[in-house]
Nanobody, 124 residues
Framework: QVQLVESGGGAVQPGGSLRLSCAAS????????MGWFRQAPGKEREFVGA????????DYADFVKGRCAISRDNAKSTVYLQMNSLKPEDTAVYYC?????????????????WGQGTQVTVSS
């Protein structure tokens, strides 16, 4: 069973950048499609983006396109979410998730393993 641990969250001013990391243990990360989700207070968890097993494909939610990039290092069993031009509405707990499926799925149900989340706060 894969365990996922996110890190890299914190407080940042609008327009700033953060890079979140998701480290996996207990299994080979290369066998999973990896996704990032976020949940803001009082809102449902939403899809941010996903990356294929080989890093050949990525998909992003419209609200982060052009501002975020997902990458992975299978040798280090780590996935990254680089976020730029952050806005106050990006404030949320960010989760990484692993899917054994075949598509860059945007829904929670398609993911088998989840991290505990890392808080990102964008405020001046």
């Amino acid at each position: 069973q894969v365990q996922l641990v996110e890190s890299g969250g914190g407080a940042v001013q609008p327009g700033g950048s953060l890079r979140l990391s998701c480290a996996a243990s207990g299994g080979s990360l290369r066998t999973y499609i990896m996704g990032w989700f976020r949940q803001a207070p009082g809102k449902e968890r939403e899809f941010v983006g996903a990356i294929s097993r080989s890093s050949g494909r990525t998909d992003y939610a419209d609200f982060v396109k052009g501002r975020c990039a997902i990458s992975r290092d299978n040798a280090k069993s780590t996935v990254y979410l680089q976020m730029n031009s952050l806005k106050p509405e990006d404030t949320a707990v960010y989760y990484c998730a692993a899917s054994g499926g075949f598509h860059l799925a945007p829904t929670d149900d398609d993911y088998d393993y989840w991290g505990q989340g890392t808080q990102v706060t964008v405020s001046s």
